[in-house]
């Protein structure tokens, strides 16, 4: 299964460079499109030198959170008509396609309302709490983009730096790879293909090599001018932050992100999630699915995992709750729109209604009936994950589910509908004959 952001479903209606095959002559390419945190460090090849680790003060840098965890009914709060959420979400749940949910809503910068759903595993599976550890997949992403901006805001690096300047393996047609910025790499402008080589990558093959094959594929647009999906090539930046503080990434996102925003679950490879002491495996249309570890090799793209109330706090954190850890300039350079993008979720009625669609670093954004939403989402198999919010009001959701679902993505809407005291329209139509225009 590839490993994609799923706001652009439509794109696998067309051509993604997942695999390659060389005939003689001719180029034939197949379309398609952090290491427990405490524990075990996956250091992608390279042995960075270590430094002291930098002091961490959790309780004075991580995002307010209620003393007692927002579960019941009568400890839901906010404008947000909850029960009516909670009621949509039990029925979402009677679908065939669902498994098991977690789901957090933050209002108004506050965390409002935390629920788990479905159990963990076909039959016998442990009922989902807000302590059920789940993969962030492509989510992963804007935690390598919010690790550099800070780095650049300290002065690690700078975001105009060439990537040639940091002895990376990504190799892009012309060299291409010694003029394209950090800030452009993170902002997925590298003129490659879509998700190119993903095909290489699930089939087994080292990252770095993998990497170091770019050269050979034709470009999508000059590097730097459009923008194009990439998990591979992405997962560049981890080599970036490696040579900038010759420490591994997974070192960094924990000292620089987790401890401090009090991120106590979040892990970053296949360990940290099954070490954690409740997990969600994968799975599919009420089977198991294999639990696969390619997308954990390029950690910079897809190697979170947590619980769903850590990634509440991420949330929070990039709304500007926790300025200690990201402070206001280090999110408007992630959050700020720097390439036009496709149609989040394709021609669906989700995908026409978010309006203006851009990419900044990692982060993706656009405009849903006049307020402007920041977020990601990701996918890889037997998974999903999402995370969407309103900066304005510093009101979103995160939900992370053990399927491949389509449903919670809808749900979305339903909850800035709420929000935003909409009339009430059926995102979701449970009754209508299942779509495949959503479907990974």
Not at 106 to 124: A, I, K, N, W
Not at 233 to 246: C, F, L, P, S
Not at 383 to 388: D, F, I
Request: charged share 20%; hydrophobic share 40%; with cysteine.
């Amino acid at each position: 299964m590839n490993e994609f952001d799923p706001i652009e479903l439509d794109a696998r209606k067309g051509p993604f460079w997942r695999d390659w095959r060389v005939v003689p002559g001719l180029a034939i390419v197949a379309v398609i499109g952090l290491a427990a945190l405490a524990l075990t460090v996956s250091h992608g090849g390279r042995a960075p030198k270590q430094k002291a680790e930098p002091m961490v003060a959790a309780a004075a840098t991580a995002p307010p959170t209620p003393a007692v965890l927002p579960l019941k009914p009568d400890e839901w709060r906010g404008q947000i008509d909850y029960r009516a959420l909670d009621a949509r979400i039990r029925t979402m749940m009677t679908d065939r396609s669902m498994q098991g949910l977690a789901v957090a809503v933050v209002e108004d910068g506050r965390l409002s309302f935390v629920q788990g759903y479905g159990v963990t595993t076909p039959g016998d599976g442990e009922k989902v709490g807000a302590d059920t550890v789940f993969r962030w997949a492509s989510l992963s992403k804007t935690v390598a983009a919010t690790l550099s901006a800070r780095l650049a805001n300290e002065g690690a690096f700078s975001l105009d730096d060439p990537l040639g300047k940091f002895g990376v393996s990504l190799r892009l047609p012309n060299d291409a790879q010694n003029t394209l910025t950090v800030e452009q790499l993170l902002s997925q402008r590298t003129g490659l293909p879509r998700n190119a080589y993903d095909g290489w990558l699930e089939g087994g093959r080292d990252p770095k090599m993998i990497r170091e094959s770019l050269a050979a594929v034709p470009l999508l647009c000059p590097p730097a001018t459009c923008h194009s999906y990439q998990n591979i090539a992405y997962d560049t930046i981890r080599e970036v932050v490696e040579a900038a503080t010759h420490r591994s990434y997974a070192d960094e996102a924990r000292q620089r992100l987790f401890a401090p925003l009090g991120m106590t679950s979040a892990t970053i490879g296949l360990d940290g999630l099954r070490d954690a002491p409740h997990w969600a495996p994968p799975s599919r249309w009420g089977h198991t699915a294999p639990l696969t570890e390619f997308y954990y090799r390029v950690p910079a793209a897809a190697g979170v995992n947590s619980n769903i109330v850590d990634l509440a706090r991420w949330m929070q954190a990039q709304m500007g709750q926790a300025p200690a850890v990201l402070p206001p300039p280090v999110l408007a350079d992630i959050q700020r729109p720097r390439v036009n993008t496709g149609r989040p979720y394709g021609n669906s009625p989700l995908g026409r209604s978010l309006q203006h669609p851009s990419y900044g670093l990692g982060m993706r954004s656009f405009t849903y009936k006049g307020h402007r939403l920041v977020g990601h989402s990701g996918a890889v198999t037997g998974y999903r994950s999402t995370m969407m919010f309103d900066p304005a009001t510093r009101t979103g959701v995160v939900m992370l589910w053990n399927s491949e679902a389509n449903l919670p993505f809808k749900l979305q809407a339903e909850v800035f509908d709420l929000a935003y005291h909409q009339p009430f329209q059926d995102w979701l139509q449970l009754k209508a004959r299942d779509r495949s225009d959503l479907a990974p």
